[in-house]
């Protein structure tokens, strides 16, 4: 095509000169023929006024003529009479006869010529034509040769047109080609990486499909993070309808899903489904008339197969029966340390340095954007190639589709190549807030596994976010960034505990704070492990044969003794069994300390030995101190603050609730928060909008009505007892959703007591403020919350208030050591009495 196009050009320039050159004549022979026309316009203006002058000439000659017309007819037979030989005797005479002479004198005077002899000689050889008719005559020819030369000269414009058409036409599918060339060439390297891709994974097309039917049958119990090791997956869902068996139009909404193909999650499930459910488990279709059919209910339903039904629960550890189990694909959708960590560090860094996220973001979607291009491009490319019928020169989309496709790869490798650079530089940037982010992922695991201790404790992700994002708003700044990382992480420990410890029992404070500290300790490598599941499993002997025999069985149990043994068998214990071979006074003075965790360890012990290690010897001896052990470990690698458990403050409870959350007292026996409650409700102005209600058979429409009523006048209600009412909870759950989604009055809150329960909502839970009503540890922290039960007004009430405030000091710590006596159990009593709030009330109401 090239080489014709070369041709054609040359054949166009040759038309080109051609044409110039025929031009370069017609304008020459125009110029002169118009040089002709202007002498033969004057020439005929002459003789027209020359006729005017020879018709009246004309007409005396025709008189004359008349007259001598005889003799003209005689002399024109005399003429005729003439030949060839008589012209040339008379032009032969050098000297004519006298009426020869005369005759060719009146010839010549007729002819315009001078009258001599000469001159008549002269035009006797020429031929005789009159002026205006040989003008005419060579006007003609001059026209018709003009007529020539522009007929040729537009034949040779035609064909020089035509050229260059054909010229600009193949200069165009050259430039198309071009582009083919290039744009296929570009495609070639992606689809020859393609084929390789589809040839590698042919030959494990056998194992994928095993993989994959393995996956589906087993994998989706495990966690996200080792099923990601074997596979990954990508879940899309679209048009998704969302249904929970409290709405009471759910089996309408599964209908029209499996009538038309639309995808549905049924949520918040418990191990037990409804019946209604099992045509939809079972996959329970027939074929009618050539249609499949599904019988839910009573009722028929067309049975289409782009349905799917998805099922959720927020039970933490759910234990289905087989029949479900097998009839489902089971895959656990629950959030791992480094899902959350990743999360919380773009929250991190979009508050501290929100334009590196904005930027990382920005770069992440016009990157996948490019990539999506680029193969929406490549699918349009091949289905033109496949649907191309004639040339491919001729198909302009394609063409313009390749340029786009190579245009648009050519910008995806730029930007890939330029968002290395970039995200090396955010990523670096977003690393130094990395160890907040890992702080803030490990607490709320720790937060997560008080779960398994109680099943009230149960905390949900998106509020704990807010709290996260609150200490980050609070937390102390600092222009350098390990100052600020030290900061926030402290502050949002600190947050953490205090917001957690309000719905924790007194006993198992102590244990959240070992285990935020131990995480911590672990994280940041500073844990031996082995030595840290010693001390929470102790040591089990499996064999006592080949077991030591104990050399001080006269102070040391057998127990203490297998601990002291399985502790030997850890790396930095090696020698311990024999020490107390070698040396059982040492050991027996220790033992026999009344405060062993501070005691000085026998022989090297005392130097070897870390404050963990120290743990492990009162473990598997003392372990009536292990508590206090824990205490000291946790206040010298977190602080004093740590273990001392801060006051209920209803008050400040109000402050962080709104009226979407509710609000639940974890009751302890003999604890009852109504009277709290009354009194913060009149500090609050809302004595008078106060509804209580303890639930119990029949009082579920009540309950109802008073949250209905509530919503919408902002009210404070309080369901007391919901443990007793279990079977209402699902609508009580209802109920609280819907708050999300309503916009009640901003005064309205939702009190709610009830006992722990393992079956209790868990999203009431995970949605809800949980404090405990149980007296806290410590002469001091219990005289703290006394004091807070007492308001101003009971203060102003008293006569004699100097006296009053003596009394009530006295009244809250022997109360308090009262309390704090518990833990003697029925030391100093006769009978064991459970000394409670009501007591300190009435003994409070009697000094007044």
């Known amino acids: 095509m090239s080489v014709e196009l070369e041709q054609a050009k040359v054949k166009v320039a040759e038309f080109q000169k051609q044409c110039e050159e025929y031009l370069v004549i017609i304008v020459q022979q125009k110029r002169e023929a118009d040089e002709q026309q202007k002498t033969v316009s004057s020439h005929s203006e002459k003789i027209a006024a020359e006729e005017i002058k020879c018709k009246i000439m004309a007409a005396g000659a025709q008189k004359e003529l008349d007259e001598a017309m005889p003799a003209l007819q005689e002399a024109m037979k005399a003429l005729e009479s003439l030949n060839k030989k008589d012209m040339t005797e008379i032009k032969s005479y050098g000297r004519p006869p006298v009426l020869v002479e005369t005759v060719m004198q009146a010839v010549m005077i007729l002819r315009g010529a001078e009258p001599t002899w000469a001159e008549a000689k002269k035009q006797l050889g020429e031929s005789l034509v009159s002026d205006v008719g040989w003008q005419d005559g060579w006007m003609k020819t001059v026209a018709e040769k003009l007529d020539t030369l522009k007929r040729l000269y537009d034949e040779k414009l035609a064909q020089k047109e035509e050229l260059r058409k054909r010229s600009e036409e193949m200069e165009i599918k050259l430039d198309r080609a071009a582009k083919l060339l290039s744009g296929l060439a570009a ?57 929970d068996f409290q709405m009471t ?76 189990s097998t009839k ?16 919380l560090l773009g929250n991190v860094v979009r508050k501290e340095r929100p334009e590196l996220e904005e930027q990382k973001d920005s770069l992440v979607m016009n990157i996948a954007a490019g990539k999506k291009k680029l193969k929406e491009l490549e699918d349009e490319i091949l289905r033109l190639l496949n649907e191309a019928t004639g040339s491919l020169l001729d198909d302009v989309q394609l063409v313009n589709t390749l340029q786009t496709s190579k245009v648009t790869a050519t910008e995806v490798a730029e930007q890939i190549e330029s968002s290395e650079t970039t995200e090396v530089k955010i990523d670096s940037a977003r690393e130094g807030y990395r160890s907040c982010a890992e702080r803030a992922s490990i607490l709320f695991f720790v937060l997560n596994d008080m779960g398994k201790i109680d099943p009230m404790y149960q905390f949900s992700l998106d509020a704990y976010i807010d709290l996260f994002n609150l200490s980050i708003e609070k937390s102390k700044r600092s222009p350098k960034l390990h100052e600020r990382i030290v900061n926030l992480n402290e502050y949002h420990t600190y947050a953490v505990y205090r917001y957690t410890c309000r719905g924790l029992f007194e006993r198992h ?130 602080g004093s603050k740590f273990v001392e458990p801060p006051v209920l403050d209803m008050k400040s409870v109000i402050d962080d609730s709104n009226a979407r959350t509710p609000l639940i007292f974890v009751l302890s026996p003999g604890v009852d928060p109504t ?26 429409p009540i309950a109802t009505r008073m949250i209905t009523e509530g919503v919408s006048e902002g009210n404070w209600v309080f369901l007391a007892n919901c443990h007793l009412s279990l079977s209402w909870m699902p609508q009580l759950d209802k109920l609280i959703e819907q708050l999300q989604i309503q916009d009640p009055h901003p005064d309205f809150r939702l009190w709610i007591s009830s006992s722990p329960h393992p079956d209790f909502p868990v999203s009431i839970l995970q949605t809800s403020i949980k404090m405990t009503t149980e007296p806290p540890k410590g002469i001091k922290a219990n005289m703290k919350r006394l004091y807070n039960l007492v308001s101003d007004q009971q203060f102003k009430r008293c006569t004699k208030p100097k006296k009053y405030k003596k009394l009530l000091f006295a009244m809250c710590f022997f109360h308090s050591i009262l309390l704090e006596r518990k833990k003697f159990q029925q030391l100093g009593w006769n009978i064991i009495y459970g000394f409670n709030d009501s007591d300190f009330e009435v003994g409070k109401s009697n000094r007044e």
């Open 187 to 243: 495609e070639k390297g992606r689809w020859e990486e393609t084929v390789k891709g589809l040839e590698s994974d042919m030959g494990y097309l056998v194992g994928d499909c095993l993989l994959a039917s393995a996956f589906l049958s087993y994998m989706g119990p495990f966690l996200s993070n080792y099923r990601e090791e074997i596979v990954s997956d990508i879940w899309m869902k679209e048009g998704l309808k969302v249904i």
């Open 675 to 700: 009277n709290s409650l009354l009194q913060l409700a009149d500090y609050s102005g809302m004595a008078s909008r106060f509804l209580a209600l303890s639930l119990g058979q029949g009082q579920a």
């Open 249 to 324: 139009d759910y089996m309408r909404v599964l209908e029209m899903g499996v009538q038309f193909g639309s995808p549905v999650l049924l949520q918040n499930v418990q191990e037990d489904l409804d019946p209604s459910l099992a045509p939809i488990l079972n996959k329970s279709v027939t074929k009618v008339a050539g249609r499949m059919v599904m019988k839910l209910g009573d009722k028929e339903i067309e049975y289409n197969k782009e349905f799917r039904f998805y099922i959720t629960t927020k039970l933490s550890n759910p234990h289905y029966a087989p029949e479900i």
């Open 328 to 343: 489902t694909t089971i895959v656990n959708f629950a959030v791992k340390v480094q899902g959350l960590e990743a999360q």
């Open 509 to 638: 404070k102590l244990l959240f704070s070992f285990q935020v500290c131990i995480k911590i300790l672990e994280v940041a490598g500073k844990l031996n492990m082995d030595e840290y599941n010693f001390f929470l499993r102790g040591g089990v002997v499996l064999d006592r044969e080949e077991q030591m025999d104990n050399p001080c069985p006269g102070w040391l149990a057998d127990i203490n003794w297998d601990n002291i043994t399985e502790l030997d068998k850890l790396t930095n214990f090696h020698g311990i069994m024999n020490s107390f071979e070698q040396y059982p006074k040492d050991w027996h003075a220790w033992y026999t300390n009344a405060e062993p965790e501070t005691a000085v360890l026998p022989v090297e012990w005392d130097n070897t030995c870390n404050e963990l290690q120290r743990m492990l010897i009162v473990r598997s001896l003392r372990q009536d101190r292990v508590a206090f052990c824990v205490t000291s470990f946790i206040v010298n690698n977190l």
